[in-house]
């Protein structure tokens, strides 16, 4: 072999070994996350999994769904708001701190600790991009011009021009835009970053006033937040991986659907910002299969509760359309309209197209499933409450050390699911729906269904099976006296005292 044909085959076998070497790279990458959080979506709003009592067209989840895994038994870990956020983030329940029940407004105090990790901080930690684009609703310390503390949804003297503190940027996250709170709660302005887009000069009310930066639409935030997300996705490096957390702010009131999208559901305003929430998301997962992103990219597609009844749920009902789908409740509600939701996931390289799964699973999970696919561990004193849901993306049985999931409604009621069975501690739907507790003052103490052959909730077993009832409420209040409900040390709660039987 002469000197030029042994260089080229020297050449011929490093390229070889090159390719191997960037193949098996690829293979190894960390995979990005986008967890697409909407707003007051129910389980029933979305057309794949209410086919038979669902209205509203939702084309792009429903190809999602087809090119992923839906899980029809997921949860959020509260039934309102501010709480949902929390678990998510901190893969711990909210009652473990302050928040009992209820939500914060836009510009109450930060409910995450500042010594507290999030799966922002997580990931961020282990070599990831990290943002947060759209809803906060957890809470950040706002500058004022006096030094004083902020009183109401009306104060006089924020100062628009001073970074705000304890805000996304310093809970993980390296890039933040959206809006404190929800778009009914002041202020309303923009905040990228730790600094107010504009000021707010002036006084508007999408329901409750407050002050507002002149040119602030509550119409315009659902596609800023789709673009700004769509904006951050193309700007990242395939060289390193990214979490993105893009809560939505629909379709919860207000609810205004933009111009084009008006009268496109034929079941009134909330039929049509559905469908325009849909086509946020189609948006955001069209932005990351046009960057290459799509076969090692993670995408949740979930909801932060059930439907409000502020969407006319009787209304919608009435013209076919049931929001809840075949679940009793609604968003508040201890019933599982309240707390079971949407969850779709798409990974291509992991998930069998069009697969289901029926495991029990909570939005909590996040950061324990997180930490599984980079193959890290969740430090002690974080993600007390969460439990990696991994295995289901490929079809095999979650290994929990959790021995089952605690529901929470907006005050502060208690219920426990443990297998097929679920106890409430309370007499009514513990939130917004009839009988509420007021209402059910004469009726049992608490609450037991057979969540297999009686989804809908409706035949009370309290009375009939104790053993069950005391296993549960055993299991419940160990879970929260441990401060935590997974293996691991024992942690503490926040509080001193929780209060498991809210109707005694």
């Known amino acids: 072999?002469?000197?030029?044909?042994?260089?080229?085959?020297?050449?011929?076998?490093?390229?070889?070994?090159?390719?191997?070497?960037?193949?098996?790279?690829?293979?190894?990458?960390?995979?990005?996350?986008?967890?697409?959080?909407?707003?007051?979506?129910?389980?029933?709003?979305?057309?794949?999994?209410?086919?038979?009592?669902?209205?509203?067209?939702?084309?792009?989840?429903?190809?999602?769904?087809?090119?992923?895994?839906?899980?029809?038994?997921?949860?959020?870990t509260s039934s309102v708001c501010t709480p949902t956020r929390y678990g998510i983030l901190t893969g711990r329940y909210n009652w473990r701190t302050q928040l009992q029940k209820s939500v914060l407004y836009g510009f109450d105090k930060p409910l995450i600790d500042e010594s507290r990790m999030t799966i922002a901080g997580f990931l961020k930690k282990h070599g990831y991009n990290t943002a947060a684009i759209g809803k906060w609703h957890l809470g950040l310390d706002m500058p004022t011009i006096d030094g004083k503390p902020i009183e109401g949804n009306n104060p006089a003297n924020v100062d628009w021009d001073q970074p705000v503190k304890n805000?996304?940027?310093?809970?993980?996250?390296?890039?933040?835009?959206?809006?404190?709170?929800?778009?009914?709660?002041?202020?309303?302005?923009?905040?990228?970053?730790?600094?107010?887009?504009?000021?707010?000069?002036?006084?508007?009310?999408?329901?409750?006033?407050?002050?507002?930066?002149?040119?602030?639409?509550?119409?315009?935030?659902?596609?800023?937040?789709?673009?700004?997300?769509?904006?951050?996705?193309?700007?990242?490096?395939?060289?390193?991986?990214?979490?993105?957390?893009?809560?939505?702010?629909?379709?919860?009131?207000?609810?205004?659907?933009?111009?084009?999208?008006?009268?496109?559901s034929s079941l009134g305003k909330y039929g049509d910002f559905v469908m325009q929430t849909d086509a946020v998301i189609g948006e955001i997962v069209e932005a990351i299969d046009k960057a290459g992103f799509a076969d090692n990219t993670l995408v949740i597609v979930t909801s932060d509760n059930g439907c409000s009844k502020a969407a006319g749920i009787k209304e919608l009902e009435a013209m076919g359309h049931f929001p809840s789908g075949n679940l009793r409740g609604s968003k508040a509600d201890l019933w599982d309209g309240g707390h079971r939701v949407p969850f779709i996931v798409r990974w291509p390289s992991v998930v069998k197209p069009g697969s289901t799964s029926d495991q029990l699973i909570c939005q909590a999970d996040l950061m324990a499933t997180a930490a599984d696919i980079i193959g890290e561990q969740v430090p002690d004193g974080a993600g007390e409450d969460s439990v990696s849901f991994k295995p289901a993306l490929s079809g095999q049985p979650i290994v929990s050390t959790r021995a089952g999931l605690v529901h929470h409604s907006i005050s502060g009621h208690f219920a426990y699911r443990q297998g097929k069975w679920k106890l409430l501690l309370a007499k009514g739907s513990g939130g917004w729906s009839s009988p509420n507790e007021r209402q059910a003052k004469d009726r049992a103490e608490a609450q037991l269904y057979d969540m297999e052959s009686d989804l809908g909730e409706a035949n009370n077993l309290y009375a009939s099976e104790p053993e069950v009832v005391e296993r549960l409420l055993q299991q419940l209040t160990a879970d929260v006296e441990r401060g935590r409900s997974t293996d691991g040390p024992a942690s503490a709660n926040d509080v001193e005292q929780i209060n498991l039987w809210k109707s005694r």
């Open 1 to 76: 072999m002469n000197t030029l044909s042994l260089q080229s085959a020297w050449l011929s076998t490093f390229m070889v070994l090159l390719g191997c070497f960037a193949t098996a790279r690829a293979e190894d990458a960390l995979p990005n996350i986008v967890f697409i959080l909407a707003d007051d979506m129910g389980y029933g709003d979305v057309q794949c999994l209410n086919p038979d009592r669902g209205k509203i067209a939702t084309p792009k989840m429903d190809r999602l769904a087809e090119q992923g895994m839906t899980f029809t038994d997921a949860h959020t």
């Open 167 to 264: 805000g996304p940027v310093t809970r993980g996250f390296d890039y933040y835009f959206g809006i404190s709170a929800s778009l009914d709660m002041p202020p309303y302005i923009y905040i990228e970053n730790d600094r107010f887009v504009g000021k707010a000069t002036a006084t508007k009310a999408f329901m409750r006033k407050g002050p507002a930066e002149p040119d602030f639409e509550a119409i315009d935030v659902l596609p800023m937040i789709g673009k700004k997300a769509a904006e951050f996705i193309a700007k990242q490096d395939a060289s390193k991986p990214f979490f993105a957390y893009i809560p939505f702010a629909s379709p919860h009131t207000p609810i205004l659907p933009s111009k084009q999208w008006q009268g496109k």
